[in-house]
């Protein structure tokens, strides 16, 4: 069974430009998570998705936004790219009914802002 | 608001040695906890989880925690550690309703000496 899947595993942009992450979840989980991880502020919740809609927002700047797909696959989209941006974006899916926390995660996208 | 606090940064114990990652919580109602294992470079694997009942969970790799309500706590245990149990761990709660997400703390990172 395939797990969640994230692409790019690395990326590196400049100051200013935009990135868009991708998130696959796995085979019937419609809900998707994203997290952003820093050594200064750990995991911090970007936001949450399920039957493509955003049932949650966490505490960041609107240059982050979301969306799903009816597929449930996911995606991020940074804008004006700022070099604090520069972090591993974690997915994660869940089942319906299990989205108590019972997360999947992907690797990772590892952005870099230089 | 509910938040997670893991005291120790760093842990260093010898190969064979028992362990303890302590954690604390806070949160207003019944909490569904959650303990993450993060090895370099990679995503989030869950290694148990405790929603209700048994106040003493086993989870993946030979790892327990164990749930105590009067001092908020939920602390990882391994009677015997591997050179390969070498990574971060992450507590986390998990809140829902309009709040859908998982909290984590800054984690505690062990290293394994031979």
């Known amino acids: 069974k395939a797990g969640v899947t994230q692409t790019p595993r690395y990326l590196i942009k400049t100051r200013g430009q935009q990135v868009t992450l991708s998130c696959s979840p796995i085979?019937?989980?419609?809900?998707v998570s994203w997290y952003q991880q820093t050594p200064g502020q750990g995991l911090q919740f970007l936001f949450e998705?399920?039957?493509?809609?955003?049932?949650n927002k966490g505490n960041f700047p609107g240059r982050f936004s979301g969306r799903q797909f009816s597929n449930s696959r996911s995606e991020m989209n940074v804008s004006t790219l700022e070099l604090g941006d520069s972090a591993l974006y974690l997915c994660a899916s869940s089942r319906p009914g299990q989205g108590k926390g019972g997360y999947t995660f992907g690797s990772g996208t590892r952005l870099t802002v230089v | 608001a509910q938040s997670v606090t893991q005291p120790d940064i760093h842990i260093t114990v010898s190969e064979g040695a028992s362990l303890e990652l302590r954690c604390n919580y806070s949160y207003g109602a019944t909490p569904y906890l959650f303990w993450y294992v993060q090895s370099p470079g990679q995503g989030l694997q869950l290694l148990l989880k405790y929603f209700s009942g048994d106040t003493l969970v086993q989870g993946i790799k030979g790892f327990e925690a164990e749930f105590k309500r009067s001092q908020s706590s939920f602390n990882l245990r391994k009677p015997s550690v591997h050179w390969s149990d070498a990574a971060e761990y992450f507590c986390?709660?998990?809140?829902?309703?309009?709040?859908?997400?998982?909290?984590f703390g800054k984690g505690t990172l062990l290293t394994v000496n031979p």
């Open positions: 998705y399920f039957s493509e809609t955003q049932r």
């Open positions: 085979s019937g989980h419609r809900s």
């Open positions: 986390a709660v998990f809140s829902g309703g309009s709040n859908y997400k998982l909290t």
